[in-house]
C-alpha cells in the first residue's frame, strides 16, 4: 500500500505524466487559442451561423472518427472508407433517382447495410483469413472504387434526379440545429456507453492491448476484428447517404482521400496507432480541430496550396509531441520500478 502510495504521488509530481494523462485538455487548450486568434483576425468567425457551419461540416468526420478509433485501437486501420462512401451514396443515388417516392429512412438503412456488408468481406479475410489490415483495406478499397464506377457507368447523379425528402436527410433542421449535428451526437452517446459500459466495448481494448494476454483471458479476437470492421463499414455506408444528399450529387471520386483526413482526426485526439488506447473524447476534439481549420484558413485568405501542408504540419507537431512524451513517461515508470 505504501509503494502504491508513493508512486501515485510521484505521478502526481511528474508533470509529463499528467500532461499525457489529460492530454485532451491540452488539445481543448489548443482549440481555444486557436479560436481566439482567429477571431482576432477575422470577426465573423465566431458568429452564431459560422459555427454551425463548421458543427455541420464536421459531423460526417465526426461519425466516421468514431468507427475508425475503435480499429486503430485493434491495432487495425481502414483505407476503404473513403470507396465504400462512394459506393454506398451511388448506389442509393441511383435508387432515388428511378424511385423518387422512396423513403428516406430507407436510403439510410440500404446505405448502411451496403457499407456493413462491405466491412463484413474486410473482417472476415482480417479476422479469418489472417491478412494485414493495410493490405485488405488497400485491396478492397480498389474493388470498391471500380465497382463505383461499374455500376454508375461513369455517369453523375445530380442535384435535379433527387427528391426533396432525401436532400432533406442533410440539409433539414431540427430545433434549430441541422439533421447532421444531432445524427453525430446520436452516435456519440452510443459509442461512450458501447467503449466504457459494455463487455465488448472492453475487450476492443483488451485485444488492442494485448492481443496474447486477451487470447489466454478467453476473448475471441477473431469475433471483435470482425464485429470493428462491420461497425467502420456501416457507419461508412450510412455517411455516403448523408454524404450524398449534402452534396446534392454522387461521382465515383466521392470522398476520394477522405480516410487519411478520419485517421489524422483520430490521431489528433491521441488514439494510438500501436493500438489500445484512445477516448472519445480525444477523437471528437481531433475532429473539431480539423473542422476549425477547414473554416478558418479561408477566412484567413491563406492560399489553398498551404492549407494542406497547414494541417499536415499541425497533424504531425501532434503526433511528434504525444509520441516525447509518452516515451518519457514510460521511461520514467520503467525508473522507477527499477530503483
Known amino acids: 500500500m505504501e509503494i502504491k502510495t508513493e508512486n501515485l504521488e510521484l505521478e502526481k509530481k511528474n508533470p509529463l505524466a499528467l500532461f499525457y494523462q489529460f492530454r485532451e485538455l491540452g488539445l481543448l487548450f489548443f482549440i481555444v487559442i486557436l479560436c481566439i486568434g482567429v477571431q482576432l483576425r477575422n470577426p465573423s468567425f465566431l458568429t452564431g451561423e459560422n459555427i454551425l457551419d463548421m458543427a455541420t461540416n464536421t459531423s460526417i468526420l465526426v461519425i466516421l472518427a468514431l468507427g475508425m478509433m475503435i480499429v486503430l485501437i485493434t491495432r487495425g486501420i481502414d483505407l476503404s472508407i473513403g470507396a465504400v462512401i462512394a459506393l454506398s451514396g451511388m448506389l442509393t443515388a441511383q435508387l432515388v433517382a428511378a424511385n423518387p417516392s422512396v423513403n ?92 466504457n459500459y459494455t463487455s465488448t466495448g472492453r475487450q476492443i481494448y483488451a485485444v488492442g492491448s494485448n492481443p496474447q494476454s486477451a487470447a489466454v483471458s478467453g476473448i475471441k479476437q477473431g469475433r471483435i476484428l470482425f464485429l470493428v470492421y462491420t461497425i467502420m463499414g456501416g457507419l461508412s455506408g450510412l455517411c455516403g447517404v448523408l454524404w450524398v444528399s449534402k452534396f446534392a450529387s454522387a461521382q465515383g471520386d466521392t470522398a476520394s482521400g477522405y480516410e487519411l483526413t478520419v485517421i489524422a482526426a483520430c490521431i489528433l485526439g491521441g488514439v494510438s496507432i500501436a493500438g489500445g488506447s484512445g477516448k472519445l473524447a480525444g477523437v471528437l476534439l481531433g475532429a473539431i480541430l480539423l473542422g476549425i481549420l477547414n473554416n478558418a484558413l479561408p477566412l484567413l485568405n491563406v492560399s489553398p496550396f498551404w492549407q494542406n501542408g497547414i494541417q499536415g504540419l499541425i497533424i504531425l507537431l501532434a503526433v511528434i509531441v504525444n509520441a516525447i512524451v509518452k516515451r518519457r513517461v514510460e521511461r520514467t515508470h520503467l525508473l522507477r520500478r527499477a530503483g
Not at 472504387?145 to 442535384?159: A, H, K, N, Q, Y
Open 104 to 195: 428516406p429512412f430507407l436510403c439510410l438503412l440500404i446505405g448502411t447495410i451496403i457499407g456493413a456488408f462491405c466491412g463484413m468481406v474486410i473482417g472476415l479475410l482480417i479476422a479469418k483469413v489472417g491478412l494485414l489490415p493495410i493490405i485488405a483495406t488497400l485491396a478492397l478499397m480498389n474493388i470498391f472504387r471500380g465497382l463505383t464506377f461499374l455500376v454508375s457507368d461513369g455517369e453523375w447523379v445530380s442535384s435535379y434526379q433527387m427528391s426533396e425528402g432525401f436532400v432533406e436527410i442533410a440539409t433539414g433542421t431540427f430545433l434549430g440545429l441541422n439533421h447532421l449535428i444531432w445524427i453525430a451526437a446520436i452516435f456519440c452517446l452510443v459509442f461512450f456507453y458501447f467503449l
